[in-house]
């Protein structure tokens, strides 16, 4: 099984600044025969479902404002959020879907300083 | 708009079985594949179960191989998780969820599992 590992656990960032958010996955996710990341961020707010934000490591969803950039490849990966709003406040996970089992990190929660 | 909106979820005895069901709006379900997600209490997110659009492919985490069975009624919109010899490990949150192959693109609001004497 690909083990998802997310650092920071948590962390507090002033209004407008950046944040950054690692995933670090036991074995690539990078398919070779399509040059694609299977790797995937996901936003949970307090008491809501989760929503997709990143996909193939840096394809944002539909919606997702442009201060949402994910980058990395292989087995290391970062999501960045470049200038902190009050409504990012959430839990992030990364996710793999490279092959099943399908597994999360551990989630990083993000506050404001 | 994809909804998804998932029912079934109740408290059980350990032993115990329920049945959850998603019901599917929005797209084009019989092109999807389907998924279950949980959440324990105060947890992280755990993939449990995913079934291919016609059903040649159906996935399951080992913790829950041979006690849970996915399934899937494509002229009902419909995905299903029959959940046997529950567990108190198997609490927590039940989302259902949608996407193109692995890639989960769209969630439901869940329905609680309770596993407890």
């Known amino acids: 099984d690909i083990v998802m590992t997310q650092s920071p656990d948590s962390l507090a960032v002033s209004l407008g600044e950046r944040a950054t958010i690692n995933c670090k996955s036991s074995?690539?996710?990078?398919?070779?025969?399509?040059?694609?990341?299977?790797l995937a961020w996901y936003q949970q707010k307090p008491g809501q479902p989760p929503k997709l934000l990143i996909s193939w490591a840096s394809t944002r969803g539909s919606g997702v404002p442009d201060r949402f950039s994910g980058s990395g490849s292989g087995t290391d990966f970062t999501l960045t959020i470049s200038s902190l709003q009050a409504e990012d406040v959430a839990v992030y996970y990364c996710q793999h879907y490279y092959n099943s089992p399908l597994t999360f990190g551990g989630g990083t929660k993000v506050e404001i300083k | 708009e994809v909804q998804l909106v998932e029912s079934g979820g109740d408290l059980v005895q350990p032993g115990g079985s329920l049945r959850l069901s998603c019901v599917a709006s929005?797209?084009?379900?019989?092109?999807?594949?389907m998924t279950w997600v949980r959440q324990a209490p105060g947890k992280g997110l755990e993939w449990v179960a995913n079934?291919?659009?016609?059903?040649?492919?159906?996935f399951y985490v080992d913790s829950v191989k041979g006690r849970f069975t996915i399934s899937r009624d494509n002229r009902k919109n419909s995905v299903y998780l029959q959940m046997n010899s529950l567990r108190a490990e198997d609490t927590g949150l039940y989302y259902c969820a949608s996407g193109r192959g692995f890639l989960v693109d769209s969630w439901g609001q869940g329905t609680l599992v309770t596993v407890s004497s």
């Open positions: 929005g797209f084009s379900f019989s092109n999807y594949w």
């Open positions: 079934i291919k659009y016609d059903e040649s492919e159906i």
């Open positions: 074995q690539s996710v990078l398919y070779s025969s399509n040059n694609k990341n299977y």
